[in-house]
C-alpha cells in the first residue's frame, strides 16, 4: 500500500518536481500535499509575497496534477480582503485547503475572517505548532510559534472546519492532550524526532481516524522520507491504524475538500 504525505514543501526557485517524483515512488509514497514554500519570504510576508508563493505551489500542482494536491499559503496579518481574494483565486487553482505558518499565533483573532471563509466552503486549514514550553512562544523576532493550545483555542471557536495542527512528535503528548476534546483537530506526524511511544499515545487518545502521515519534506532538501515514515511503521499499533495513518485519512479529507 502506497502512502499519501500530507505535509511537503518546494523552495522557491524549484519549477519541477520530475527529478523527485521517481524517488518519492520508490519510497512508498504516491501522492504529495504542496504547502507552498512558507518560509521562503520570512515570517511575515505580504500579501505579495503570499501570491508568489501560491503561483509557484500551484504552477508545480499543475505540472503533476496526479501526484500533488495543493494547499494555499495564507498570512493572516494581512489585509483580509485581501486574504479572501488571495483563497479565491487559489481556489480557481485547484486549492484543497489553507496553510498557514508563524505569522500569528493560532489563537490570534485575525484568523477569523479565513476561518469562516473556510466553513462556508468546506477547506481544511494546516496550521503550523509546535511545543512552545521547550523553545519559547517567539523562538526568532517575528516568529510566533502556535502551541496546541493555541490550535484548541482557535478548534473552539470554529469547530465546523477541519484544523491540522502540524508536528505530532514535537507537540508530544501534552499537546495530543490539549486538543483531544476537539473532534475537529486531526495531528500530522511530520518533523521531530522519532520518539518512541507518540504515534502509539497519539493514537490512544485521538483515535486512528485523527492522524495523518506527513514528512515535512522541503524539495530538494528537508527531512527525508524514510525515518518519518518508519516512525508509523514501526509503531505498536494495529495494521489497520497504519493503513488509515499512511493512506486513508488522507485520502478521506481531500475528498471531503472537494465536495
Not at 109 to 122: A, K, Q
Request: proline share 5%.
Amino acid at each position: 500500500m502506497y502512502a499519501i504525505d500530507f505535509h511537503t514543501h518546494p523552495h522557491l526557485h524549484i519549477d519541477d518536481l520530475t527529478p523527485w517524483v521517481e524517488f518519492t515512488w520508490r519510497c512508498g509514497i504516491d501522492r504529495i500535499v504542496l504547502l507552498g514554500d512558507v518560509l521562503g519570504r520570512g515570517y511575515d510576508p505580504t500579501i505579495g509575497q503570499v501570491r508568489q508563493i501560491n503561483d509557484n505551489n500551484f504552477g508545480l500542482v499543475e505540472k503533476h496534477p496526479g501526484f500533488c494536491a495543493g494547499f494555499c499559503f495564507l498570512n493572516a496579518t494581512n489585509d483580509p480582503r485581501e486574504s479572501l481574494e488571495e483563497l479565491d483565486r487559489c481556489r480557481t487553482m485547484g486549492a484543497v485547503g489553507v496553510k498557514m505558518e508563524v505569522s500569528a499565533f493560532a489563537s490570534d483573532t485575525r484568523l477569523d475572517p479565513i476561518m469562516r471563509r473556510l466553513g462556508e466552503i468546506g477547506l481544511p486549514l494546516l496550521h503550523h505548532s509546535w511545543n512552545t514550553w521547550s523553545m519559547g512562544r517567539v523562538s526568532a523576532p517575528g516568529c510566533n510559534q502556535s502551541d496546541s493550545a493555541d490550535i484548541a483555542d482557535l478548534a473552539g471557536r470554529f469547530p465546523r472546519v477541519t484544523i491540522i495542527a502540524a508536528h505530532l512528535r514535537p507537540n508530544g503528548l501534552r499537546g495530543v492532550w490539549e486538543v483531544r476534546e476537539h473532534r475537529n483537530v486531526l495531528f500530522d506526524t511530520s518533523g521531530g524526532q522519532p520518539v518512541t511511544g507518540v504515534i502509539e499515545g497519539a493514537v490512544r487518545l485521538l483515535g486512528a481516524d485523527r492522524i495523518l502521515y506527513g514528512s515535512d519534506a522541503y524539495f530538494p532538501d528537508g527531512r527525508d522520507y524514510g525515518p518519518q515514515l518508519a516512525c508509523i511503521e514501526a509503531a505498536r499499533i494495529p495494521n489497520r491504524a497504519k493503513e488509515k495513518l499512511m493512506r486513508f485519512n488522507a485520502l478521506r479529507v481531500l475528498e471531503e475538500a472537494r465536495r
